[in-house]
C-alpha cells in the first residue's frame, strides 16, 4: 500500500494546472450507456475512480478505451447492454457506481445496481433515486443487497413531476439522464445545483436530450427517442481548484493555478480571503494566490452549493488549525465526516468536537507524525496539515487520495513541497 512521505515547512511557489474534474468525470461516462453511438470525453482525470467507472462499464459490455495520457479522449461505445448491473465488488469502491442505475434502466428497462452498503463519512443512502424512478413508473425490488429496477414494458419510463425531498447531487444526475430517454415531458424540483449537474445538461444536451434549467433548483426534460453520439470537454476540478487554494494558504507562498474555473470556487475564494490569503481572478481560467504569514480564523458551514463544500471541510480544518483564534465548523451534508479530526489531534492541533460542529483554537504547532486516510478528502486534509507540521509526516491508505486526486505528490512537489510517494 502506497504512503505519502512529506515534510513539513516549505512555502509553496510557482505554476500548477487543475484536473478535470472527477465528479463531472462520472456522470458523463455514465451518460455515454444512453446511446449506441460514440461518446468522446475530454479532460478525464487519471484518476481510481475513473478506472472504477470503465471497469464497471466494461462489465456493462461497453466498448470503453481510456488512453494513459491525460490529454487523449476516454471513447466510449455501447452498442448492446447485454450484462445491465453494476456488481457489488465495484460499487463498494466507488459509490458513484449507482450513476448507472438511471441510464441503465431509461435505455434497457432494466438494472441491477448493488447497494452501496456503509461508507466512511456515513450512511449514504440511495432512497431518493429509487422513489425518483419509481416516480417514473419504475418497479423497484431490493433484494439480496441488490436494487432491481424494471421499466414499465409498455412504453418504458414515463416523465413525472419529481421533488427531491432532500438536495442529491447523484440523484439528481441519475433521474436527469433516466428522465431524457422518458416518454413526455419530467419536471425536477430541488435539484442540486451542483457545477457537475450543469456539465452533465451540456453533454445530454449534446447528445440531443431537450433539457432546461440544469444548474437551478428546477430542471424540465423533454424526453426523446434516442440519443447520439457527442465530443465534450467536462469542467475543471473545483475540489483540486479548492484544494490547491488552501494548500498556499497554510503554507503562505504564492501560486498561480491555471485552467481553473473562479465562479465555481468562489464561496472557498471567499473564505479563505476572510481568513487572510489574497485571491485574483483577474485572468480568466486562473487564480493567483498568496498566503498570508499569519491565517485568521473564520467560521464556516459546509452547504450545498453554491455554499461552502463539505468536500473541502477537511482541507480547510487544516488552515484552521493554523489560525490565530477559534474556527468554528459546522458539517451539515454529511454526519460522521470529522474523522481527519482526530488525526489532526494527533499531530498537535487543538480540534473539539460536539455533534455537527468542529471547534478549531489556533495557532497549534503541528509536527508529523504516521497518519492514517480515512477517505478521499480527509486525506488531503491530512496532506495539507503535513504540509506545515514540522518534520516528517507518513501519511497512510493514499489509495483514498489516489481515488481522485490526479497526480497530487507531483503537483505538490513542484510548487516546492517535499512529499514523496512510497510503495
Ligand atoms: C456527491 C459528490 C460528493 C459530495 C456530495 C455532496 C459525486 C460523485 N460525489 O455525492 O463528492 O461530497 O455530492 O456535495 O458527485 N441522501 C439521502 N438519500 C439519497 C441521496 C442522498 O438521504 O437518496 C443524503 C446523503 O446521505 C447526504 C445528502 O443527501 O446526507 C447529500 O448527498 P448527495 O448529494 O446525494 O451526495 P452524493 O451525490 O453521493
Redesign the pocket.
Given at each position: 500500500m502506497d504512503k505519502f512521505v512529506i515534510t513539513g515547512g516549505k512555502r509553496l511557489e510557482g505554476t500548477v494546472a487543475v484536473s478535470g474534474a472527477?465528479?463531472?468525470a462520472?456522470?458523463a461516462m455514465a451518460a455515454a450507456l444512453l446511446t449506441d453511438q460514440r461518446v468522446a470525453l475530454h479532460n478525464i482525470p487519471r484518476v481510481r475512480?475513473i478506472a472504477t467507472m470503465g471497469r464497471l462499464l466494461t462489465h456493462i459490455q461497453a466498448d470503453v478505451e481510456i488512453p494513459e495520457a491525460a490529454e487523449g479522449a476516454v471513447r466510449i461505445r455501447t452498442e448492446k447492454i447485454s450484462h445491465a448491473e453494476a456488481p457489488y465488488e465495484l460499487v463498494r469502491t466507488?459509490?458513484?457506481s449507482?450513476?448507472v442505475l438511471g441510464p441503465l434502466v431509461a435505455r434497457t428497462g432494466y438494472a441491477r445496481v448493488s447497494l452501496?452498503g456503509g461508507c466512511a463519512?456515513?450512511?449514504?443512502?440511495?432512497?431518493?433515486?429509487?422513489?425518483a424512478l419509481e416516480l417514473m413508473g419504475a418497479k423497484i425490488e431490493t433484494e439480496h443487497g441488490y436494487i432491481e429496477a424494471r421499466a414499465p414494458a409498455e412504453g418504458g419510463l414515463r416523465g413525472a413531476h419529481i421533488v427531491f425531498?432532500?438536495?442529491?447531487?447523484?440523484?439528481?444526475?441519475n433521474v436527469l439522464m433516466a428522465a431524457t430517454l422518458a416518454n413526455g415531458e419530467t419536471l425536477l424540483e430541488n435539484c442540486?445545483r451542483?457545477p457537475?449537474v450543469a456539465d452533465l445538461a451540456a453533454l445530454l444536451v449534446k447528445m440531443g436530450a431537450r433539457i432546461e434549467g440544469a444548474g437551478t433548483a428546477t430542471i424540465r426534460v423533454e424526453g426523446v427517442g434516442r440519443l447520439g453520439g457527442a465530443e465534450h470537454r467536462v469542467i475543471p476540478d473545483r475540489?483540486e481548484t479548492g484544494t490547491l487554494l488552501a494548500a498556499v494558504a497554510i503554507t503562505g507562498g504564492k501560486v498561480r493555478i491555471t485552467r481553473a474555473e473562479a465562479a465555481h470556487v468562489a464561496a472557498v475564494i471567499s473564505k479563505l480571503s476572510e481568513t487572510g490569503a489574497a485571491i485574483d481572478t483577474f485572468e480568466p481560467g486562473t487564480l493567483c494566490v498568496e498566503g498570508s504569514g499569519q491565517a485568521a480564523p473564520a467560521d464556516v458551514t459546509?452547504q450545498?452549493?453554491p455554499g461552502f463544500?463539505?468536500?473541502m471541510q477537511a482541507q480547510y480544518m487544516a488552515l484552521a488549525t493554523q489560525a490565530d483564534g477559534t474556527s468554528v465548523i459546522t458539517e451539515t451534508?454529511?454526519?460522521n465526516r470529522f474523522l481527519h479530526a482526530s488525526e489532526m489531534t494527533r499531530m498537535g492541533a487543538d480540534i473539539a468536537i460536539e455533534g455537527r460542529r468542529a471547534v478549531v483554537r489556533g495557532p497549534s504547532r503541528l509536527t508529523g507524525t504516521a497518519v492514517m486516510a480515512s477517505d478521499?478528502?480527509a486525506s488531503a486534509g491530512l496532506v495539507l496539515a503535513a504540509l506545515v507540521a514540522r518534520g516528517e509526516t507518513v501519511v497512510d491508505r493514499v489509495y483514498h487520495i489516489d481515488r481522485?486526486y490526479e497526480r497530487i505528490e507531483e503537483k505538490l512537489s513542484k510548487l516546492g513541497a517535499r512529499i514523496r510517494r512510497v510503495s
Open positions: 472527477k465528479n463531472a462520472l456522470p475512480d466507488m459509490r458513484a449507482v450513476l452501496p463519512i456515513g450512511a449514504r443512502p440511495v432512497d431518493l433515486h429509487i422513489k425531498e432532500k438536495i442529491t447531487v447523484t440523484g439528481t444526475e442540486a451542483e457537475e475540489i459546509t450545498e452549493y463544500p463539505t468536500d451534508i454529511f454526519e478521499l478528502r481522485g
